[in-house]
């Protein structure tokens, strides 16, 4: 072995070889692909607001009929709002009203990562003051202090693909 070293050298070999050259490249590919980072969290996030930016005029019909009644609407129809299956858009397969709550089950064209999942959007209140206006949370936000929410958070998608306001 020493020999067949000593003869490339004597003949003027002195670069890498091309299986050197391969292991070196194919190692090189690997770290810049995992430094790359993943575009499906930032469209995850927008798909999500776009779903919840189609269903807020509906949180007024909610805030109405509380203020009327002094409780929330327990489906849709009490809400005043479509059936569940024709509210849709680009990334929303449904809406569905449940104690108040907006219940957004995202689908259509959104990522496989988020299809079929869930997000809740809750009305909070002060519990004392029908008067008080009506505030909302979205997904796993916190209740802010002095205010409750009807029970029923169904949000089942990841928190990594929830925009800011509904971590």
């Not at 409780?71 to 299956?85: K, L, M, R, V, W």
């Amino acid at each position: 072995m020493k020999k067949a070293i000593t003869k490339r050298r004597a003949q003027g070999y002195a670069g890498f070889t091309l299986i050197e050259m391969l292991v070196v490249l194919a190692i090189i590919s690997i770290l810049l692909l995992s430094a790359t980072p993943s575009t499906v969290g930032k469209y995850n996030k927008i798909h999500i607001q776009e779903s919840a930016a189609l269903v807020s005029g509906f949180k007024t019909y909610i805030a109405q009929y509380y203020a009327l009644n002094e409780s929330f609407p327990t489906d849709n129809e009490q809400a005043g709002i479509p059936a569940p299956n024709l509210i849709t858009g680009n990334y929303l397969a449904a809406v569905y009203v449940e104690n108040g709550a907006l219940h957004l089950e995202l689908g259509n064209k959104a990522h496989a990562t988020i299809s079929g999942k869930t997000l809740t959007i809750r009305p909070v209140f002060v519990p004392e003051s029908t008067q008080t206006p009506l505030s909302w949370v979205c997904g796993y936000d916190s209740i802010p202090d002095n205010m409750v929410s009807p029970e029923g958070n169904q949000t089942d998608v990841n928190r990594i693909d929830l925009p800011v306001n509904c971590l």
